[in-house]
Every structure is written in structure tokens, then in C-alpha cells.
């Protein structure tokens, strides 16, 4: 089993205009929310790129969440129903790479809803505790490619040789 | 001055990359007064000895084709990467991982267990499993041993150059052979094909809309595919806009979408996920139920956007292999 003292990692890509100004009103006001979360600042949810969450899985994340502006509310007018459009074939995707519903998630969070910032956060450590590390990279084991790519280096060349 | 020497080896590939030397035609005689063809297992009869008496170095060039998945693939690569001081990666399966990488979505026990127990063929029900080592009239007999994850070749040794391609064309590949024995080679590194989109030598591009929109997207068996007129304008997905150029669009003027065998160019990391980014992002609708349907036209996004890429991918396998490897 993982390492008892594990806590969920999760990479959050949050909006200029709505999700992040959220997140600061959750701060001023003092809310209290999970510290498992790693917050990157984009100017629109529009900008997160699918190859930015296979990035942050492949890299060591547990889990990712996105936020944006409600449909209809976006400061570039589409950039959230792009995001929107891409998630859901994103998560097909996932699905057939062998990804845990809960580990990828997309939320609406304008900048007044501070105290949904907290709830989905804690929502979703909580969701991601029971599934334990992903650990993408270690999961396969000396056949993975962590050990496939130690083996390019002149020694472990010449080791072989 | 002895020639220069070269060999052509394949691992897991399908023989069209072979086969793609071969269509170089009357061409190869130019090239075989340039350098000395002195291992290529499909056409000559050198033997792997021949290679491993070589002094390290001795081979001016290698292009080896084909995903490496098995244990005596790797050996093979590992000496030919010491023998040669060029190594190119030719052809998609080589680069990227190829159409064998699709095996990237199942674990080993999974792939053995459907091809010799469950496949609905000769001989199923006896469920006999190839063995290692096995004594045929007191001889030992050995096979070499499947990999549980399919690696590019560059997962494995350090490759010097890329050929992409399923296959690669004759004319890029006798550019490259010109351009290494040239007196100025390019960079090592270097994918030895035009770093843009195919978007930009499409015979099609003047009428790729300015803003596509698809409000529905279509497979080529479902339609009659307009010869004239941008594929990706006619709802079917096209490869094109994430795809390396440089194959001439052959497909496109065979009126067939590009499925993405050249791979991305520089700027982008991960092939699937970008052409994913740039098709859903022109999706018309606007509400929910709407965008599934149009999705909905996409049945296997792993198996479409990841054709020849998957090992090569950011995630490059199936996450959940581990849980189900092969008992040793």
C-alpha cells in the first residue's frame, strides 16, 4: 500500500476573471479550505491546453481541476465553452487511458462564489484520497519508463555493453 | 576510399518501411554508388554476427524501423546504436511508437491472454502460451521475451535522427541519406522533414474556412467525400492542422483524411491532445447535450488521435497495466 502520511496533489488552472478572483475572495475572507491544491493563474480557462493536464498527471499530480467563468459569463465570450467542448472529449480520453473519473474536473466559479472555491477543493481532495497516488510514471515497474530512459545515459550503456 | 556503410534493420513493424527503401526504384542505384549496403535482413543475407564483428563505430549509418517491444529488439538496438555513428529512427513505429504502440492501451497479460487464449482462431482451446525456453529433440529453444509497454526508439538508445512517416516517402528518404553524407549534416536531432503543419502544402488549404465549425463530424465510409474541397470543412476529422508536413498529402489527394502518421512538429509535445484541442475548440454547439452529440461522431479519441503516437505521448500507456502484468 502507499505511504500512510500521502495527501492528494491536485493542479488547479483557474481563470483570471472568475475562478482565480474567487479563490481570492475565499482567502480574504478567511475561509478554510484544504491545502492540497496548486494554483495556476491563466487568463481564461479557454487557455488551458489538454497537453497542461496530461503534463500535471504524467508529473506527479493526483489530480486536476479546472475553473472558469459560468457559460455566458466569459470575459472573451467563448473561452469557457471551448474548455467545455474539450473536457468532454478529454475525459472520454482519460477514460480509455485507464484514468479514475474523479481525478480530472471542470467547475463554473464566478468571482462572488469564494465559498464554492472551498467546497469543490475540499470535495475533491476528499474524493481523491480513497484512490490513492496516481504515481503515472512509477506505475509500471522495471519494464516502466522511468527505468526505460535511465538506460540512455553513456554508463548504463556501457553497463550493458 | 571505401564507401561508407550502412544498414537497414527492422524491429516491430509491419515491412512497409522496408518496402518504402525498395520504391526509391532506379534512385537506389545512385545511392548504392554512394555508400555500401552491408546488413538489411529483408533483402540480404548478413547475419547479426556480421554486425557484432564490426568495430564499434563501423557503420556510417543505420535506419532502423519499427517500435521496440521485445526483448531481442532492444538487444538489437543496442548494438546497432554502438556500431553506427548515425542512428535514424525511420518511419512513424520508430519515432513515435506507430500503430503497434496502439498496444500501449492493454496490458501484456491482457494482449497475450486475447491473442492465444480468447481469439477466435485455430487452436484457442488449447491455450498454449509461447514459452522463453523450451527443448525441441533435447535441443533448447528460445524465444525472445514480449515487453509489457511498446517504446519508440529513442526510449531505448539515443537516436541521432527522425524519418517520419508510415512510411516514409522515397524522396525524404533520399534526401536524408544526401543530406548525412553531405558535407554540412543537420543538427543532431533534427526530424529530417519540413517543421509545419501539412495544413500548409495542402493542395486544399485555400478553401479551409477562416472559422471552422462542426456541427457534426463524419467518417469517410458515412459520405461522399467532396474531391475539391477542405476535408476538415466537410466534418471529417483531419489530422492535418497537428501533423507534421512533408508526405506530399498523399491521402489528401487520395480524398482521404490525414490520420496523423508524420507526428507534430516541434512546438507541440503531444500530438493526440493538440489535434483533440483543435477539433473540439470548432465545435458549434453551445449547450451541453448538443456538444456530447456532436462528440458522439468521435467513437474512439485514444485510438484516432493516438494512432501512431501513443507510446511517444505525454501519458504514453494505459495507466492500469500494472494491476494486471504477467505472473513470472
Redesign the interface.
Known amino acids: 500500500m502507499h505511504d500512510p502520511n500521502w495527501e492528494p496533489r491536485i493542479v488547479a488552472f483557474f481563470c483570471n476573471w472568475c475562478t482565480y478572483t474567487a479563490a481570492d475572495l475565499a482567502g480574504v475572507s478567511r475561509l478554510k479550505y484544504a491545502p492540497n491544491v496548486r494554483i495556476v493563474r491563466l487568463m481564461c480557462s479557454?487557455r488551458v491546453?489538454?497537453?497542461f493536464?496530461?503534463?500535471a498527471?504524467?508529473g506527479g499530480a493526483d489530480g486536476v481541476l479546472i475553473g472558469g467563468c459560468h457559460?455566458g459569463d466569459c470575459h472573451y465570450a467563448e473561452g469557457n465553452?471551448?474548455t467545455?467542448?474539450?473536457f468532454?472529449?478529454?475525459k472520454?480520453?482519460l477514460a480509455?487511458?485507464?484514468?479514475e473519473e474523479p481525478r480530472v474536473r471542470l467547475e463554473w466559479i464566478s468571482a462572488a462564489e469564494g465559498d464554492k472555491v472551498r467546497c469543490v477543493i475540499n470535495e475533491m481532495v476528499e474524493q481523491l484520497r480513497p484512490l490513492g497516488p496516481?504515481a503515472?510514471g512509477q506505475?509500471?515497474?522495471a519494464?516502466?519508463?522511468q527505468a526505460?530512459?535511465a538506460?540512455?545515459t553513456p554508463e548504463a550503456?556501457a553497463a550493458?555493453? | 576510399m571505401p564507401k561508407p556503410k550502412v544498414a537497414i534493420y527492422w524491429c516491430a513493424s509491419c515491412g512497409g518501411c522496408e518496402e518504402a527503401v525498395v520504391d526509391l526504384a532506379e534512385d537506389i542505384l545512385g545511392i548504392l554508388d554512394a555508400v555500401d549496403i552491408v546488413f538489411w535482413p529483408v533483402a540480404m543475407d548478413f547475419k547479426k554476427s556480421d554486425v557484432a564483428a564490426l568495430p564499434d563505430q563501423a557503420l556510417f549509418a543505420t535506419l532502423l524501423n519499427g517500435a521496440i517491444r521485445t526483448s531481442d529488439q532492444e538487444e538489437m538496438a543496442r548494438l546497432l546504436r554502438r556500431k553506427s555513428r548515425h542512428l535514424v529512427a525511420y518511419g512513424a513505429c520508430a519515432s513515435l511508437g506507430g500503430v503497434p504502440g496502439l498496444a500501449n492501451q492493454f496490458s501484456r497479460e491482457q494482449l497475450l491472454r486475447f491473442a492465444y487464449d480468447e481469439a477466435p482462431t485455430l487452436g484457442a482451446d488449447r491455450k498454449t502460451r509461447p514459452a522463453l525456453e523450451t527443448r525441441h529433440n533435447g535441443h533448447p529453444l528460445v524465444l525472445p521475451e514480449l515487453d509489457e509497454t511498446v517504446r519508440s526508439l529513442d526510449q531505448v538508445v539515443e537516436v541521432d535522427y527522425y524519418l517520419p512517416g508510415c512510411p516514409p516517402t522515397p524522396k525524404l528518404t533520399q534526401a536524408a541519406l544526401l543530406a548525412l553524407l553531405s558535407d554540412n549534416p543537420p543538427p543532431r536531432g533534427s526530424v529530417l522533414a519540413p517543421d509545419i503543419a501539412l495544413c500548409d502544402e495542402c493542395p486544399r488549404k485555400a478553401s479551409k474556412p477562416q472559422d471552422l465549425s462542426f456541427s457534426e463530424f463524419k467518417r469517410p465510409h458515412q459520405m461522399m467525400i467532396d474531391a475539391e474541397k477542405c476535408l476538415l470543412a466537410q466534418g471529417l476529422v483531419c489530422c492535418g492542422p497537428a501533423t507534421r508536413g512533408g508526405c506530399g498529402a498523399q491521402c489528401i489527394g487520395g480524398n482521404m483524411p490525414c490520420t496523423g502518421c508524420f507526428g507534430p512538429t516541434s512546438r507541440v509535445r503531444d500530438q493526440g491532445a493538440k489535434i483533440l484541442s483543435s477539433l473540439c475548440a470548432n465545435v458549434a454547439a453551445k449547450d451541453e447535450t448538443a456538444i456530447q452529440r456532436t462528440l458522439d461522431g468521435i467513437p474512439d479519441p485514444l485510438g484516432t488521435f493516438y494512432r501512431y503516437a501513443l507510446p511517444r505521448s505525454i501519458l504514453r500507456r494505459s495507466g492500469y497495466a500494472a494491476a494486471e502484468t504477467t505472473p513470472k
Not at chain 1, 480509455?96 to 484514468?99: E, R, S, W
Open positions: 479557454g491546453d489538454p497537453q493536464i496530461l503534463a498527471l504524467a457559460i465553452l471551448k467545455l467542448r474539450r468532454r472529449l478529454l472520454r480520453l480509455g487511458f485507464g484514468l496516481l503515472w506505475r509500471h515497474g519494464q516502466g519508463w526505460a530512459s538506460a540512455i550503456e550493458h555493453a
